[in-house]
């Protein structure tokens, strides 16, 4: 079965970096786009970043664009968000999805906290 596991979340400093792994299994992971998404307190979850198959494609928040890299290495099933020039507004559980045959598969989250 799919799993998606999440890590690399923490607390750090306003302007700082934190970088966030998702190991992935149960799927072909060369072949799928892969999503981070994040919800912060007393909102709905909201898109990221996205990466193609290859990693060749890639698209981001307007909120996080010039800052966060997402990035892929299928040999190891993993996706990365190197988060830089954080802000408290990030703030948040981050999360990898993958789309696949139509169903969202989620990870349990990582929690980051940004403080000012």
């Known amino acids: 079965q799919v799993q998606l596991v999440e890590s690399g979340g923490g607390l750090v400093q306003a302007g700082g970096s934190l970088r966030l792994s998702c190991a992935a299994s149960?799927?072909?992971?060369?072949?799928?786009?892969m999503d981070w998404l994040r919800q912060a307190p007393g909102k709905e979850r909201a898109f990221v970043a996205t990466?193609?198959?290859?990693?060749?494609?890639?698209y981001y928040a307007d909120s996080v664009k010039g800052r966060f890299t997402i990035s892929r290495n299928n040999a190891k099933n993993t996706v990365y968000l190197q988060m830089n020039n954080l802000k408290p507004e990030d703030t948040a559980v981050y999360y990898c999805?993958?789309?696949?045959?139509?169903?969202?598969?989620w990870g349990q989250g990582t929690q980051v906290t940004v403080s000012s």
């Open positions: 999805r993958v789309v696949k045959g139509g169903s969202s598969y």
């Open positions: 149960g799927f072909t992971f060369g072949t799928y786009a």
């Open positions: 990466i193609n198959w290859s990693g060749y494609s890639t």
